[in-house]
């Protein structure tokens, strides 16, 4: 009551300190009021402490979250100014083609257009733009004046300079400033140069970009980051920034215009190439015998067939391919490509069908870099295994399955790292293990079953898969060995562990895929440690025990007692214990030989939940040092006990340990293992030695 109202008050918009420390003074009786209420306050100040760090850390994976969620939609904003600057070039493309239609129709009106000047060139480069030898001269004065580009930029008729300027290169990530550079704009690339320090207007070759395959994106200003822009060169991406505002926009406009101009050139020249060629006319032969062989040579001339690529969806087909990957249609565009090659199927290989070829096959490599890009384990891995299939089935219509497989396993793998790296490291083992198996099995078998509706016909692939489960399958194991065996778990969690992973691993099963024996092999080396760990620990209980052996029985004490241990004893398998129970609550045994009964059957029990094949002789010989050391010990008292009366009790304990404890430990052996064990039925029939003479001075062992 008290805490909730002072929490109030402190709460309350109208709080004054000033106030509240006066008017708490003067209710206040003396020194002793002042402290209690200083300690109200400083238990209230932590708990609101305390509360606030509750929030924070119960929302700290809700900033992470939110943070990679807006990574995202940053590189998705990008890709879409990407595409409205694709869509905004293919509609000014589609007006200047319409315009070059209105200049044939009416030569005037073209002719008027064409006396404009081209507003985005500077003074310096209209000047030199005057007559073709102009250009000419201004592209060999760059290869002067830039180092290292001759050999790369040759020099070529149409060649020539339509801008150039000063640009600040910044880094993508960063926003930090990189370099100053020089851009030169040709009509069909753009070059661009590092400035040369110490040698004033002398530059050195950096990069050289065609045209075709550059994009160009407006960024927007964000002081002090202004005057940018950015160029995209699948995968790569470089931002610049201009002087100032009005020399960015001419940048941005000159490029667009370029890139125009370039496409419609391109158009135009494969409208002339598929324009039909009049056949050179022979000269006359005054060979009479060359008639024969005419008349054969003109046979198959008539029946060579004419390839039409006039048609317009092949004129347009590169244009066509480049609008369906700017727009991620990649359905679209293998679909055309599926289209040309059935035109194109049984015709024969002429000059022009092979420059269309040249075209779409950079096309092809383009598309293939784009979905090699999507099955990247960079991009975001959420949305499972079907994520991928858009992807995948495009590259497998493209004749790459092998990439594509490698490429979604890759993708898979990574998939499965991450969901494994993000689970939480809970306080109870089994309950992480848990956790880990419904993970790791869930995605194996989505996986399996994505990877079989992908290359369904595709058998080659099949071996890959596997080899990716036996990588993945090696990658869960150590994340299960270094929670389960590297903590030094105890045998009973190891082996619920062990058993948890198995029980998944049937499930794969369904799909027909068996890595059991994968996962014993992964396994055994970590079991067999834990199992001789584990004897390790049981053997010194067990000497220890002996040590302080005084052949005594055991009472209990009470009924309740006596009863519990019957049931431990029926538990471990020893159903005649009742025969070795006295009166009130006596047992007619000795401690150590009950200890090591119940703990000689707990470990065989566990044991038996970590068996497979590999682990037989392992399990067995530990079993065997295990029963040695305690008949060992009984047999050494025998010899050296000189008391009738204990004499007689050790005898006792040694027909329980052999008639009774040994046929137990060996029967669930056999029950778990299925088949016999010879080394145990040797140690019990040895023991007969012992019974038949148990003065004897010799030991049995």
């Given at each position: 009551?008290?805490?909730?109202?002072?929490?109030?008050?402190?709460?309350?918009?109208?709080?004054?300190?000033?106030?509240?420390?006066?008017?708490?003074?003067?209710?206040?009786?003396?020194?002793?009021?002042?402290?209690?209420?200083?300690?109200?306050?400083?238990?209230?100040?932590?708990?609101?402490?305390?509360?606030?760090?509750?929030?924070?850390?119960?929302?700290?994976?809700?900033?992470?979250?939110?943070?990679?969620?807006?990574?995202?939609?940053?590189?998705?904003?990008?890709?879409?100014?990407?595409?409205?600057?694709?869509?905004?070039?293919?509609?000014?493309?589609?007006?200047?083609?319409?315009?070059?239609?209105?200049?044939?129709?009416?030569?005037?009106?073209?002719?008027?257009?064409?006396?404009?000047?081209?507003?985005?060139?500077?003074?310096?480069?209209?000047?030199?733009?005057?007559?073709?030898?102009?250009?000419?001269?201004?592209?060999?004065?760059?290869?002067?004046?830039?180092?290292?580009?001759?050999?790369?930029?040759?020099?070529?008729?149409?060649?020539?300079?339509?801008?150039?300027?000063?640009?600040?290169?910044?880094?993508?990530?960063?926003?930090?400033?990189?370099?100053?550079?020089?851009?030169?704009?040709?009509?069909?690339?753009?070059?661009?140069?590092?400035?040369?320090?110490?040698?004033?207007?002398?530059?050195?070759?950096?990069?050289?970009?065609?045209?075709?395959?550059?994009?160009?994106?407006?960024?927007?200003?964000?002081?002090?980051?202004?005057?940018?822009?950015?160029?995209?060169?699948?995968?790569?991406?470089?931002?610049?920034?201009?002087?100032?505002?009005?020399?960015?926009?001419?940048?941005?406009?000159?490029?667009?215009?370029?890139?125009?101009?370039?496409?419609?050139?391109?158009?135009?020249?494969?409208?002339?190439?598929?324009?039909?060629?009049?056949?050179?006319?022979?000269?006359?032969?005054?060979?009479?015998?060359?008639?024969?062989?005419?008349?054969?040579?003109?046979?198959?001339?008539?029946?060579?067939?004419?390839?039409?690529?006039?048609?317009?969806?092949?004129?347009?087909?590169?244009?066509?391919?480049?609008?369906?990957?700017?727009?991620?249609?990649?359905?679209?565009?293998?679909?055309?490509?599926?289209?040309?090659?059935?035109?194109?199927?049984?015709?024969?290989?002429?000059?022009?069908?092979?420059?269309?070829?040249?075209?779409?096959?950079?096309?092809?490599?383009?598309?293939?870099?784009?979905?090699?890009?999507?099955?990247?384990?960079?991009?975001?891995?959420?949305?499972?295994?079907?994520a991928t299939r858009r992807a995948v089935s495009q590259l497998i219509r493209l004749g790459q399955s092998t990439k594509a497989c490698e490429l979604f396993l890759k993708n898979r793998a990574a998939a499965v790292q991450t969901a494994i790296r993000q689970l939480r490291i809970e306080g109870a083992t089994l309950l992480y293990i848990?956790?880990?198996?419904?993970?790791?099995?869930?995605?194996?078998?989505?996986?399996?079953?994505?990877?079989?509706?992908?290359?369904?016909?595709?058998?080659?692939?099949?071996?890959?898969?596997?080899?990716?489960?036996?990588?993945?399958?090696?990658?869960?194991?150590?994340?299960?060995?270094?929670?389960?065996?590297?903590?030094?778990?105890?045998?009973?969690?190891?082996?619920?562990?062990?058993?948890?992973?198995?029980?998944?691993?049937?499930?794969?099963?369904?799909?027909?895929?068996?890595?059991?024996?994968?996962?014993?092999?992964?396994?055994?080396?970590?079991?067999?440690?834990?199992?001789?760990?584990?004897?390790?620990?049981?053997?010194?209980?067990?000497?220890?025990?002996?040590?302080?052996?005084?052949?005594?029985?055991?009472?209990?004490?009470?009924?309740?007692?006596?009863?519990?241990?019957?049931?431990?004893?029926?538990?471990?398998?020893?159903?005649?214990?009742?025969?070795?129970?006295?009166?009130?609550?006596?047992?007619?045994?000795?401690?150590?030989?009950?200890?090591?009964?119940?703990?000689?059957?707990?470990?065989?029990?566990?044991?038996?939940?970590?068996?497979?094949?590999?682990?037989?002789?392992?399990?067995?010989?530990?079993?065997?040092?295990?029963?040695?050391?305690?008949?060992?010990?009984?047999?050494?008292?025998?010899?050296?006990?000189?008391?009738?009366?204990?004499?007689?009790?050790?005898?006792?304990?040694?027909?329980?340990?052999?008639?009774?404890?040994?046929?137990?430990?060996?029967?669930?052996?056999?029950?778990?293992?299925?088949?016999?064990?010879?080394?145990?039925?040797?140690?019990?029939?040895?023991?007969?030695?012992?019974?038949?003479?148990?003065?004897?001075?010799?030991?049995?062992?």
């Open positions: 009551g008290g805490g909730s109202r002072l929490r109030r008050q402190l709460e309350s918009g109208g709080f004054a300190a000033g106030e509240y420390v006066k008017q708490l003074s003067q209710q206040s009786d003396g020194d002793r009021d002042l402290q209690e209420h200083r300690q109200r306050i400083q238990a209230l100040s932590e708990e609101t402490a305390q509360s606030l760090k509750r929030n924070v850390y119960q929302n700290y994976r809700q900033f992470i979250e939110t943070a990679r969620e807006i990574s995202y939609l940053e590189s998705e904003m990008y890709q879409l100014s990407h595409i409205l600057t694709e869509q905004k070039g293919i509609m000014e493309a589609v007006t200047q083609a319409l315009l070059l239609q209105a200049d044939r129709d009416d030569p005037a009106l073209g002719a008027r257009r064409a006396a404009a000047a081209d507003p985005f060139l500077p003074l310096s480069a209209k000047e030199a733009a005057a007559s073709e030898e102009g250009r000419q001269r201004t592209l060999t004065t760059l290869l002067e004046k830039v180092e290292g580009c001759r050999d790369l930029l040759p020099e070529s008729p149409g060649k020539y300079l339509v801008y150039n300027g000063d640009l600040v290169e910044y880094d993508a990530d960063h926003m930090a400033q990189i370099q100053r550079v020089h851009a030169f704009l040709m009509n069909d690339c753009l070059l661009v140069a590092t400035t040369l320090p110490n040698r004033r207007g002398a530059y050195r070759y950096d990069a050289l970009y065609p045209l075709d395959g550059l994009a160009v994106v407006n960024v927007k200003d964000n002081p002090p980051m202004k005057d940018m822009f950015k160029l995209l060169m699948f995968p790569e991406s470089r931002i610049f920034q201009a002087e100032n505002a009005k020399i960015k926009k001419e940048w941005l406009e000159v490029l667009e215009e370029t890139k125009r101009n370039r496409a419609l050139s391109e158009k135009r020249r494969l409208e002339q190439e598929a324009l039909p060629r009049p056949a050179p006319t022979p000269p006359e032969s005054t060979n009479p015998f060359e008639e024969d062989e005419e008349e054969e040579e003109e046979e198959p001339s008539a029946e060579e067939e004419v390839v039409d690529l006039s048609l317009e969806w092949i004129q347009e087909l590169p244009e066509d391919l480049d609008v369906c990957i700017a727009q991620r249609d990649f359905e679209g565009a293998v679909d055309l490509l599926d289209k040309l090659n059935e035109y194109l199927g049984d015709k024969p290989v002429s000059q022009p069908v092979k420059e269309l070829r040249l075209k779409v096959d950079e096309r092809v490599r383009q598309l293939t870099d784009v979905l090699v890009f999507e099955l990247s384990p960079d991009r975001s891995l959420r949305g499972g295994p079907r848990h956790k880990l198996c419904h993970v790791f099995f869930t995605s194996l078998l989505e996986t399996a079953r994505e990877f079989e509706t992908d290359f369904a016909g595709n058998n080659g692939c099949y071996s890959a898969f596997v080899v990716w489960a036996r990588s993945s399958m090696k990658m869960f194991v150590d994340a299960f060995s270094k929670q389960v065996f590297d903590s030094k778990e105890s045998l009973s969690t190891a082996a619920e562990c062990v058993k948890v992973a198995k029980e998944h691993c049937k499930q794969l099963s369904e799909i027909g895929l068996d890595l059991t024996f994968i996962i014993h092999a992964l396994l055994v080396k970590d079991i067999k440690g834990a199992l001789q760990s584990y004897k390790d620990i049981i053997i010194e209980a067990t000497k220890h025990r002996n040590s302080e052996e005084m052949w005594r029985r055991m009472n209990l004490m009470t009924p309740e007692a006596l009863g519990k241990l019957r049931e431990e004893m029926r538990g471990c398998g020893v159903g005649n214990f009742d025969q070795y129970t006295g009166d009130d609550c006596w047992v007619n045994l000795s401690y150590t030989v009950v200890a090591f009964t119940k703990q000689t059957m707990a470990f065989l029990e566990e044991a038996l939940k970590l068996y497979f094949p590999e682990l037989h002789m392992v399990l067995l010989e530990s079993l065997v040092e295990i029963i040695l050391v305690a008949v060992q010990h009984v047999d050494y008292s025998l010899r050296c006990e000189q008391d009738p009366e204990k004499k007689a009790f050790i005898r006792q304990n040694a027909s329980f340990l052999y008639e009774t404890v040994l046929p137990v430990v060996e029967k669930r052996f056999e029950e778990g293992v299925g088949k016999p064990a010879k080394q145990l039925q040797d140690l019990r029939n040895a023991s007969r030695l012992m019974r038949v003479n148990p003065e004897s001075t010799t030991s049995v062992v």
